[in-house]
């Protein structure tokens, strides 16, 4: 199971229960409890696992291993607003941090509390004390100990550098002028629905002075004063910004211009910029001191020292750039647009390894690069593209697909699966030989469909939030079982996470500058030494991030605990339904057996608006009771 079938999964079942004054069948008594303070509005997990609840009293944390309440915050300014409306997309977590943000998005709140709490411990590194503020981005420094925030207060936007230890300020300076564009309003709210702080373009370099790109501006602050050391301006905003591997040069883009300066004084290190086609996007650092420059319509490789290309043309795309997978004879590009998607293959000096590109009539959704070829779906088809010559004819037929394909991956028996239009299509992944494994599979239930595969000892599990087929390896039907909606609404966050059950699935831009230590991209293949030739070892940048993540050590090891946990096979299905009990229709959660069908025990839940958390990984719900008694159960 891919992580994340397993992490959909979790959505499904948070996303599928009910339950205050709850009793249960199997389970008559929660297995440990809480009395925590104040009516709690709701309850939410992080990426550790650690519990925080929300009530007019404060927050709560609750470690679920140790059964205690590990911290309580107090906040020290009236919180009636907060009462009525501080929702748990409030509390947004930093990424890769044991930090969060809470803040609430409201006009009508802008006078409420703004912190930043550690989840773990419960220190508060920073509060706004009812002050009429809102922080629009952060960025950890853990090298230096510190966090770096954008704040905007008064009508203006200044940078904070604020002290983990002791949550105090260090600095603080005003950033002028400061537009905030379409694009940077989308990533933030796309962050933010996605129970993440918006994070700062932010580099720290070898001398741990910070480089911080803000609209049209490029400035290098004092890491101890926050004093200007230099500041470039251009005519467009600055793009992702990259070091030389001896850390004394910065490399950055803006627009259809990129340029080199020198970490000292900030000042040009070419001659003229390098105009490149189309919008900068970032840089993959290169072997023998060159950078592969990524724009929305191409590709270029640029000598470090003088700025000129070393290929002799830039390689340009027809649709917006989407992702760049480095293989070992060269540059897999796909790009795509609403109604359609094109691949273009070519090798590290920018020649063309394909007569031309292989386009498609609809976006691709999913792609697999396998020794013999490069298995892509989309809404129409699922074809097979040959390396050596970008053609499709290793397949007589291709697969007809309808709508979005759910695909998921057999690594056991090296296959790919594709569901589309009630048909389950397999393919093997050594010999790209394709068969149609079952079909008529039809999932009871209004808007019901396919949404997971998951492969189990007999066979394919097929899933949705009512439905579960199991379909055997040689294509029968061992079981198939419905179970009805309890009522109106209680899905609509099931469906949440339903594009994501695609492997591989297109989701944006891939920045492979973030871990580029050994070898950049998702798949590297055939002699991984010779694709390493073509990039640098890791860069002071990375090197400063491995160092961060050292000084994070308490955090990173309850995260990959955790991590490596949702790996380990699931073999139950939890599924809210309607359950008559004593003559009464009620809502239940049923605890349903992947491999047989059978249900292994339910919990009855008698109220409709519950305030819950399920954790697959302990198998676990947790759940408040009475307004202020945490439950938790074993499932």
Known sequence: MTLKNTLINLIFAITLLAGKNLSAQDTKTPNWSLDLDGNIKWLKQTSTGMLVAYSSKGLFGIDPETHKISWQIKWDVPITNLEKGLSANALQEIQSTPFALIQEESSMLSKSQTSIINYLT???????????????????????????????????????????????????????????????????????????????????????????????????????????????????????????????????????????????????????PYKISGEFMYFVPMSQNTLLSVSKNGLTRIDETTGKSVWKKANTVDLPLQSVEFLQDGLLVLSSSEKESQFDYMDYTGKDLWRKSYKTDKPVTTYQITSKGLLFANAEEANVIDFKDGRDDIWKRRIKLRGRPVISIDRDRNTMLIYSNDKLYTVDLGDLSNKLLAEDIKFKGKDEDVELIETRKTGYLLSSSQNMWLISYDGKALYNKFYREPGAGKRALALVGQAASAYGMVAGTVNFTKNVASAAGNTVMGNETQANSNLRSANNSYSIAETSAGANSAFTDMYAKRYKATFATKDAQYILTGIEEDGLKRTGLLKINKDTGSENGKIILKDLTPVYVVDETLNALFVIVDSNKFYSYNL
Not at 127 to 155: E, H, N, R, V, Y
Not at 172 to 186: D, H, L
Not at 243 to 253: A, D, I, P
């Open 122 to 272: 419960g220190q508060q590194i920073f509060t706004s004390k009812g002050s009429t503020m809102s922080i629009t981005g952060t960025s950890p420094l853990f090298a230096i100990g510190a966090m770096l925030l954008q704040i905007k207060q008064d009508k203006k936007e200044y940078l904070v550098l604020l002290d983990l230890a002791t949550g105090q300020e260090r600095w603080r300076t005003e950033i002028p002028g400061v537009k905030r564009g379409m694009m940077g309003s989308m990533m933030s709210l796309a962050m933010k629905a996605s129970g993440m702080s918006p994070a700062l373009e932010t580099t720290l370099d070898k001398d741990s002075n910070i480089l911080f790109a803000s609209g049209q501006t490029l400035t290098r602050y004092n890491g101890k004063s926050g004093t200007i050391l230099w500041q470039v301006k251009f005519d467009e905003p600055v793009g992702h910004v990259e070091m030389s591997e001896n850390g004394t040069v910065v490399y950055t883009g803006a627009g259809r211009n990129i340029m080199g300066y020198s970490l000292d004084k900030g000042t040009a290190i070419w001659k003229d």
